[in-house]
């Protein structure tokens, strides 16, 4: 099979999509001629013009509350943040009307509205352009979200957001967006509600969000030469989340950690803990033992950012610690 | 040029007589939900429009069953004008399943999108930006449906009037920016509150062919409504509208009305009620008889007492359904 980049499997899916149903529009800023600062819509401008590849003013909350409404009426808006951090100055239409309207008309309106934009920390983005904020709109009734991690995945589950009648929220770690993978050819949708198996196994289990499946995938590489066999189970989407691959896999090795690069206090790892005890508890040898960075904004410099992250080693160093117990 | 059946030049008979009726619908209505609020029979929040009636009515009167309207926590005029019965209306504040949001609204969000309300929200400004992607909605779609959004002076001190206007300028959208001046933001006084008080001013700030007007004049409103829906429709972009009006009741039923305006003022505004305003224009004018108004009067009241006994009448919701419809699809897991 060919390969290709994270961004370049997404935009292939986006340009599907496009090509596919005149009512999908793309609006943010620099999306159009310039073709995103991440190349998520390169070549795009050219095929479909200005109203279906809308270059916005700086205005964030603006442009979401447009694409609300338009989403109401007839378009499948995709809105291209850049970084997600800028999403927050539309938080208010986003929690109070974006994933409430459905509820509100009792279903009569739809809101097929796709939500995109590059999270994590790393080069350095610091405060503002570094945020993971997939917690908060997993706690919000109406919205899905979808946190892909390999390039197959992010043309799949785009292609299935946009199509998707209810709010996606879609976000793209910042290190994975050059990474290569296997990615198929065509009409390829990954349904949401479905965990993958990253890497098989019978020791311990791993639930990796983001980036951190691919920390813990090469963690689970390491210990497999000390023999260790650790299963790495990727959710791929947080609402909904696959809780029955989890505990399948829990069932099986007794053993459960999760590692997710954003804050711990009410996250995802607190819920899944919550769940797994709740419906896996007979299951469970030890502890569950959850793996997040530091609860603070993302400091700049180089030391302190790898501070706050945890990386392959800080992996590593928490299944030895569960394997152990 | 006037013809036989206009009793005022370019205005219809039957059209001057059905502004006169729907702003009486309105004002029977809130009437009735004023004394149900009392009764206990209101279970949250409840703000008439009772005094600006002539906003939504003469807006209203050019848009087409698939043309839209997002508004405001004080939108019953809006929806009642757009083509909601007073039954529905009734009802969902009641609570009852029979309303228009099937008793998830209450007074603040009703939804009516079979009639082209999209909803009303209780928080303030959103409105504007919605309607502004309803407008973007319907050009992208090919079609020649309008948007309008109705707001209060409130919302012209929040971003969101700022952001809606100049992106429905900068595209030339097929939007009318309604704004009804009612001269207090809930109670704080707009001039107050306002570095430039004139909103048609900040309209013409960002572009957009800005209008002020006398909102309680039915005439002045439908005129201007229908330039701007007439150019929206063609394609020439959005319009401003201000219309300086007055809730003549408390900013929310039962809240006390005292400390910021004086029983004079409100009385001044009340001699200037728009319904009866309309009422002198018409017999004025020669071609319509007291009798005429009085059947309506009374046809109206006859409605709104019929749409009170549904609402009362009306089951409850089912509490099984109180999740139904979050998502679209349904739930895989979890």
């Known amino acids: ?325 | 040029m006037a013809t036989v059946s206009e009793v005022i030049p370019g205005l219809a008979r039957e059209r001057a007589l059905a502004l006169y009726r729907e702003m009486l619908v309105i004002r029977r209505t809130e009437d009735a939900l004023a004394r149900a609020h009392a009764a206990g029979l209101v279970h949250g929040a409840c703000h008439t429009y009772v005094g600006e009636e002539a906003v939504a009515v003469g807006v209203s009167a050019h848009l087409r069953p698939d043309d839209t309207v997002l508004s405001t926590h004080r939108g019953h005029g809006h929806a009642l004008a757009k083509g909601m019965s007073p039954h529905a209306l009734m009802a969902e504040l009641f609570g009852r399943v029979t309303g228009c949001s099937h008793g998830r609204g209450g007074s603040m969000h009703l939804f009516a999108p079979e009639v082209g309300l999209l909803g009303t929200s209780g928080i303030v400004g959103p409105s504007i930006l919605m309607a502004t992607g309803a407008g973007y909605s319907y050009r992208l779609l090919g079609t020649d449906r309008v948007s309008v959004a109705f707001f209060g002076d409130g919302a012209v001190n929040n971003g969101a009037f700022h952001e809606g206007l100049n992106l429905a300028a900068i595209w030339r959208l097929p939007v009318l920016f309604v704004c009804e001046n009612n001269l207090y933001a809930t109670e704080v006084p707009f001039e107050t509150v306002a570095g430039n008080p004139d909103v048609a001013a900040r309209g013409v700030a960002y572009g957009l062919p800005s209008v002020r007007l006398d909102g309680n004049d039915v005439l002045a409103v439908h005129e201007a409504a229908g330039e701007a829906v007439r150019r929206a429709r063609r394609g020439e972009g959005p319009t401003l509208l201000e219309c300086r009006t007055y809730r003549t009741r408390a900013h929310s039923e039962g809240m006390r009305d005292a400390g910021y305006r004086t029983r004079d003022e409100v009385e001044a505004w009340k001699a200037r009620c728009p319904i009866a305003r309309w009422r002198d224009r018409l017999l004025g004018a020669g071609g319509v008889a007291p009798s005429d108004l009085d059947r309506i009067d009374q046809e109206v009241a006859a409605l709104v007492r019929e749409a009170a006994k549904f609402a009362e009448a009306s089951p409850w919701p089912d509490p099984s359904t109180a999740t139904r419809n979050v998502y679209t699809e349904p739930r895989e897991t979890g």
Not at chain 1, 194 to 209: E, F, I, K, L, P
Not at chain 1, 233 to 261: F, M, N, Q, W, Y
Not at chain 1, 277 to 293: K, M, S, T, V, Y
């Open chain 1, 1 to 325: 099979m060919r390969e290709l980049t994270f961004t370049e499997a997404a935009r292939e899916g986006l340009a599907e999509e496009m090509a596919r149903d005149p009512s999908v529009f793309v609006v943010g800023e620099g999306i159009g001629t310039r073709g995103g600062n991440f190349n998520t819509t390169a070549g795009l401008f050219e095929r479909h013009g200005a109203e279906r590849l809308r270059d916005t003013p700086i205005t964030e909350r603006g442009f979401t509350g447009l694409c609300t409404g338009a989403a109401m009426t007839g378009a499948r808006p995709v809105v291209d943040y850049m970084f997600f951090d800028f999403a927050l100055d539309a938080l208010g239409e986003l929690l109070n009307q974006t994933s409430k309207i459905q509820y509100m008309s009792d279903g009569r309106l739809r809101m097929p509205i796709v939500l995109r934009g590059c999270v994590g920390v790393g080069h350095s983005a610091a405060t503002h352009h570094s945020g993971s904020y997939y917690p908060i709109f997993t706690n919000i009734p109406g919205f899905r979200v979808a946190v892909p991690t390999t390039p197959a995945d992010a043309k799949g589950l785009l292609k299935t957001a946009i199509r998707s009648d209810d709010p996606v929220v879609f976000m793209e770690h910042r290190a994975l967006l050059q990474t290569r993978g296997p990615v198929p050819d065509g009409d390829y949708l990954v349904p949401f509600g479905r965990a993958a198996v990253a890497r098989a196994g019978s020791d311990v289990t791993v639930v990796g969000v983001a980036v951190m499946v691919q920390r813990a995938v090469a963690a689970a590489e390491v210990l497999a030469r000390e023999g260790a066999s650790i299963e790495v189970i990727d959710p791929r989407t947080l609402a909904p989340l696959d809780l029955d691959t989890i505990l399948e896999s829990v069932h099986k090795t007794g053993r459960l950690l999760i590692a997710d690069e954003s804050y711990g206090p009410c996250g995802i790892g607190a819920e899944i803990a919550a769940q797994v005890a709740d419906r896996g508890f007979d299951d469970l040898d030890a502890p569950i033992r959850r793996l997040n960075g530091l609860h603070t904004p993302i400091p700049y410099s180089p030391p302190l950012e790898k501070a706050v992250a945890p990386d392959v080693e800080a992996v590593l160093r928490a299944i030895r610690d569960l394997r152990a117990e």
